[in-house]
């Protein structure tokens, strides 16, 4: 057999970039590079307040994984606990097989963070901004020239590379943010709440970017309350309350899992008088507010059970994942 | 805990160069105010004191009171300039701004961060105190050339003062403390260590107090250097002021550990 075949045979499957590989060039071993990052009983309390409660969640390499959960779920403090910013109380963390956080700062080399907060120079240019954060990786300015090009095509910030980041606007500063954590090539990639604060547009465009990064190959960790984002994003996510887990899967497994039909959101009447109407025609029914979650198998009866009452608002739509969480979680009044 | 705090220490001998570097580049764009704020202060006190009260009292342990008040100002200088920054410009980058923790998403520690914010306030302590000494010694009140053995000194001094305000900007919730420091602590320290009038007339437990403070031991240095007379206890006052500056690195690193990393 002509050994000369062999490379040509093999670089089909590894040029092939697909979300959810691994990259090939990874010079990780190969047990190690399938789990990006390890969470195992993992415990964390501030006095008697307990932030996480023994938790545990393994990322795989190439995935998008969602930390959902609303504010003070603990979202943050795992986030700081796998960068080694917060020693856990109990349980061991792995990130790109290193323990963390005894040896977090190896593990940081392959780390990319985007937080919660901006925290970008506001005196310096993007330019400036992205040579500055080279260094702390040790690169040389040399070093960090070679890669901006790049990293500002990446943001889309080519003509703003000498604009000082007090004139960027909320959604290009994200951008920078994001060009930031790349700058080191890193292999995972944390975001806390990237969209928070940012207008429809710039949540757009990072959404864009984000599914850019898995496209090459990149891990990511994303904690969010907003369920849309989770749900457009995360191949797979894990929905917190109190630090503790309390469901885990692909999103639309678990809107089908808790969920399964179609709701109908009822306003503009008197939920508790709306509510015994449609009740015998309902899976479940829901109060939050004003507004009636009707979840039925069979929207049709509901909709002739209130017809010819003035001044109903009805909304048929899919179940989302706001469904699932406040199902779980359980909404304002439930019944 | 003492693997966490050893995660913290300074992770080489280099590492906070970049942090130091950042500095220099946010300062670069203000420089020619910084300098002119840090330097008209300590002018105002030699030139208002020196002047005024040197009429009055003329001559100090065979110096004209502007010579012997010079050295006094050129250590204050580098005291108040290692301090403001590392209290209030520093305590933003850690507080308002969130530069560390950006920077704690790299390779730098949480020990290199406080080196190089340290190495970056005892740098604009030099450049305060260097200043000052340029100006006395065209005015002919410093000897020259042994005024250039004051330099070191002043980098040593800014190293200390940075040391003790970043315990200071470790333990305070927000700016409004760092006055106490200021006022209860430094004023004090200004007035006991001989900066303006000579320590031999105190009463005898003052002078002991005296012994005790940092800037008293900075000054005893840099004086007989700059008016080129014979300094005792050369390798005391540098001890001294090591310890000031190595002990409460490791103590405020600690506390900031307690506070960033909890």
């Known amino acids: 057999m002509d050994p000369e075949d062999l490379p040509r045979f093999e670089t089909g499957p590894i040029e092939r970039e697909s979300h959810g590989q691994t990259s090939a060039k990874s010079s990780v071993p190969d047990s190690l590079s399938t789990v990006a990052v390890d969470f195992a009983g993992v415990t964390k309390s501030y006095g008697n307040k307990v932030v996480v409660d023994e938790l545990s969640f393994t990322v795989a390499s190439g995935e998008c994984f969602g930390l959902l959960g609303p504010n003070g779920a603990g979202k943050s403090t795992i986030a700081r606990m796998l960068l080694g910013m917060t020693c856990p109380d109990a349980g061991t963390i792995t990130v790109l097989g290193v323990p963390v956080p005894a040896r977090a700062r190896l593990a940081r080399r392959g780390i990319g963070v985007v937080p919660q907060f901006d925290n970008l120079d506001q005196e310096f240019t993007v330019r400036e901004n992205l040579l500055v954060f080279g260094r702390y990786f040790g690169m040389s300015t040399r070093q960090s020239e070679a890669v901006i090009p790049s990293l500002l095509e990446f943001a889309r910030l080519e003509r703003k590379a000498d604009a000082r980041v007090s004139e960027l606007s909320g959604g290009m500063k994200r951008c920078l943010t994001m060009a930031r954590a790349l700058i080191n090539d890193p292999q995972l990639i944390v975001m806390d709440e990237p969209t928070t604060g940012l207008d429809p547009h710039a949540r757009h465009l990072i959404w864009e970017r984000l599914r850019a990064l898995l496209a090459r190959g990149k891990t990511i960790i994303l904690t969010t309350h907003f369920m849309e984002e989770a749900e457009r994003l995360c191949d797979r996510l894990c929905v917190l309350e109190k630090g503790r887990y309390i469901a885990e899967g692909r999103p639309q497994a678990l809107i089908d899992e808790h969920i399964g039909c179609q709701v109908m959101e009822i306003y503009g009447g008197d939920p508790h008088e709306l509510h015994s109407l449609v009740k015998p025609h309902s899976q479940r029914i829901e109060v939050s507010g004003e507004t009636l979650y009707c979840y039925a198998p069979d929207p049709d009866q509901v909709r002739a059970q209130l017809q010819g009452r003035a001044g109903l608002r009805l909304l048929l739509r899919p179940a989302n994942l706001e469904d699932v969480f406040l199902r779980l979680t359980g909404r304002e009044m439930e019944e | ?262």
């Open chain 2, 1 to 262: 805990m003492i693997e966490g705090f050893a995660a913290a220490l300074p992770a080489n001998a280099w590492n906070w160069v970049a942090v130091w570097r950042r500095n220099y580049l946010a300062w670069k764009k203000v420089a020619l105010v910084s300098i002119l704020g840090n330097l008209a202060d300590p002018m105002i006190y030699l030139f208002g004191l020196g002047t005024g009260l040197g009429i009055m009292v003329g001559h100090v342990d065979g110096a004209s009171y502007i010579a012997f008040l010079a050295a006094g100002m050129v250590a204050v200088s580098a005291m108040t300039a290692s301090t403001l920054e590392t209290l209030y410009a520093a305590f933003a980058r850690m507080h308002s701004q969130r530069t560390w923790e950006a920077m704690l998403y790299t390779h730098v520690t949480l020990g290199d961060i406080v080196l190089g914010e340290l190495a970056w306030a005892a740098t604009k302590a030099f450049l305060a105190g260097t200043a000052i000494t340029i100006v006395t010694v065209m005015l002919g009140y410093a000897a020259w050339p042994s005024v250039l053995y004051a330099l070191p000194i002043i980098a040593l001094t800014g190293c200390v003062f940075a040391s003790l305000a970043m315990i200071v900007t470790a333990l305070s919730p927000s700016y409004d403390y760092f006055v106490f420091y200021q006022t209860l602590v430094l004023t004090p320290m200004l007035f006991l260590s001989g900066a303006v009038f000579p320590l031999n007339q105190l009463p005898d437990a003052f002078q002991k107090i005296a012994r005790c403070m940092p800037l008293s031991h900075s000054i005893d240095l840099i004086r007989p250097v700059m008016l080129d007379r014979s300094i005792a206890g050369i390798a005391l006052h540098i001890g001294v002021l090591g310890l000031y500056a190595l002990l409460p690195f490791f103590l405020s690193m600690a506390l900031l550990r307690r506070r960033l990393m909890r």
